[in-house]
């Protein structure tokens, strides 16, 4: 039996892209201070901006990135100012 495509191409894109709207970006990738001394504990400044990085895109769209994966342009645009 084949497997059924619940959601058309865009529709998965709304769904689980990063979103490009600077108010988005904002609203879900913005670091509370609990989540930058989490963030801060870790060796290294590239552990440090790797955990942040994971915790904002488990947070939305919901999963962390997989391996291999690079990191979504938009991301590295929001992190130096957070």
Known sequence: MGRRNLLTEEERDQF??????????IKHYTLSPDDLEKALAKRGARNQLGFALQLCLLRYPGFGLRIDEPVPRICWTISPTN
């Open 16 to 25: 689980f892209l990063v979103s490009v709207n600077e108010a988005n970006l």
